[in-house]
């Protein structure tokens, strides 16, 4: 219901702000609304507490109903036990009829012996019957005690009830107050939002006069900045246009630099490569007749072994070899 006030007044408002010459009508309106949702509260109040009113009286019939069945159990089942020990006593006296009976045919000398057995027959009767008056009590009291517990409980249970009826009543009684007070502050507001609509379409017309005047006021800045920005445009374009050439040259310039390195760097190593191959050959030469001359040498010594000659040479070439290539480099 609060989500259905606010959205009417939402719409008044919106509905003020747009046209406040239609606000009387609207404030009528929400007064119907308002009237019918009170009514409408005040019959679910009255039928709320109809239900309950019907429901205690359901509930405590039910309660009475079942006192009444509980009762009627008792009763039964003291009228049992009361046949059952009439019986029993019945029994009992029957039996002491008999003994006496027996006494009084027996000799002489069991006469005291019988006297004594039926004294002790006697006491253990009068016993049994007090503790069965005993337990009667006791039950008579535990069955008391039962009924006022039970008592003290529907009590309890019917000052449960009523307090908590009395809050839903007070609960009631403080939301239809707060209804009320809502509705009033509901109407003052609408009162001042008619004021505050007439004064806001009022600024709303001078504000929009001023928007114009700086719409068109804007409207020449941005066509001055918009020359200006052509113009600037167009410096930089040419401007642009220039860098762009001088980079063009530029790149050609170093382009032309690089293959010129690239083409002396692989001359040099051309050389390089024919002056590493002379040198080769020449030691290739040398280690040739190095060899020749050793072996020349050497022909008339028959123990030198042929193997530790070939391994210096060769040593010696590889060291020859190496020693052209560093001085190459």
């Given at each position: 219901?609060?989500?259905?006030?606010?959205?009417?007044?939402?719409?008044?408002?919106?509905?003020?702000s747009?046209?406040?010459?239609?606000?009387q009508?609207?404030?009528q309106?929400?007064?119907?609304?308002?009237?019918?949702?009170?009514?409408?509260?005040?019959?679910?109040?009255?039928?709320?507490?109809?239900?309950?009113?019907?429901?205690?009286?359901?509930?405590?019939a039910?309660?009475?109903?079942?006192?009444?069945?509980?009762?009627?159990?008792?009763?039964?089942?003291?009228?049992?036990?009361?046949?059952?020990?009439?019986?029993?006593?019945?029994k009992?006296?029957?039996?002491?009829?008999?003994?006496?009976?027996?006494?009084?045919?027996?000799?002489?000398?069991?006469?005291?012996?019988?006297r004594?057995?039926?004294?002790?027959?006697?006491?253990?009767?009068?016993?049994?019957?007090?503790?069965?008056?005993k337990?009667?009590?006791?039950?008579?009291?535990?069955?008391?005690?039962?009924?006022?517990?039970?008592?003290?409980?529907?009590?309890?249970?019917?000052?449960?009830?009523?307090?908590?009826?009395?809050?839903?009543?007070?609960?009631?009684?403080?939301?239809?107050?707060?209804?009320?007070k809502?509705?009033?502050?509901?109407?003052?507001?609408?009162?001042?939002a008619?004021?505050?609509?007439?004064?806001?379409?009022?600024?709303?017309?001078?504000?929009?006069?001023?928007?114009?005047?700086?719409?068109?006021?804007?409207?020449?800045?941005?066509?001055?900045?918009?020359?200006?920005?052509?113009?600037?445009?167009?410096?930089?374009?040419?401007?642009?246009?220039?860098?762009?050439?001088?980079?063009?040259?530029?790149?050609?310039?170093?382009?032309?630099?690089?293959?010129?390195?690239?083409?002396?760097?692989?001359?040099?190593?051309?050389?390089?490569?024919?002056?590493?191959?002379?040198?080769?050959?020449?030691?290739?030469?040398?280690?040739?007749?190095?060899?020749?001359?050793?072996?020349?040498?050497?022909?008339?010594?028959?123990?030198?072994?042929?193997?530790?000659?070939k391994?210096?040479?060769?040593?010696?070439?590889?060291?020859?070899?190496?020693?052209?290539?560093?001085?190459?480099?």
């Open positions: 219901m609060k989500k259905y006030l606010w959205f009417v007044l939402l719409t008044v408002a919106l509905v003020a747009e046209n406040p010459f239609a606000l009508d609207n404030m309106r929400i007064e119907k609304s308002q009237e019918s949702f009170l009514s409408d509260l005040k019959e679910d109040s009255v039928r709320t507490e109809k239900e309950n009113r019907s429901k205690l009286i359901k509930e405590k039910r309660r009475l109903e079942a006192q009444k069945e509980s009762q009627q159990a008792r009763n039964r089942q003291k009228r049992l036990e009361r046949i059952a020990l009439e019986k029993k006593r019945a009992e006296a029957l039996q002491l009829d008999k003994n006496n009976v027996i006494l009084q045919s027996e000799p002489e000398q069991n006469v005291v012996k019988s004594k057995q039926k004294q002790r027959e006697a006491l253990r009767i009068k016993n049994e019957l007090r503790q069965k008056a337990l009667k009590r006791e039950q008579k009291l535990a069955l008391e005690r039962k009924k006022r517990e039970e008592a003290l409980k529907e009590k309890k249970r019917q000052a449960q009830e009523l307090k908590q009826k009395r809050e839903e009543e007070r609960a009631k009684a403080k939301k239809i107050a707060l209804e009320k809502k509705i009033e502050r509901e109407k003052r507001e609408a009162k001042k008619k004021g505050i609509a007439l004064a806001k379409k009022k600024a709303k017309a001078k504000k929009e006069q001023e928007r114009l005047k700086k719409i068109e006021e804007a409207k020449r800045k941005a066509e001055k900045i918009k020359q200006e920005n052509a113009i600037k445009k167009k410096e930089a374009a040419a401007k642009k246009e220039q860098q762009r050439i001088k980079a063009l040259q530029v790149k050609k310039k170093n382009e032309e630099k690089k293959r010129k390195i690239k083409e002396a760097q692989k001359k040099a190593e051309e050389e390089k490569k024919k002056a590493f191959e002379q040198k080769k050959k020449e030691l290739a030469l040398k280690k040739k007749a190095l060899a020749q001359k050793r072996m020349k040498e050497k022909s008339s010594i028959v123990d030198i072994d042929i193997a530790k000659e391994r210096l040479a060769n040593e010696d070439a590889e060291r020859e070899y190496r020693e052209a290539v560093r001085m190459m480099d």
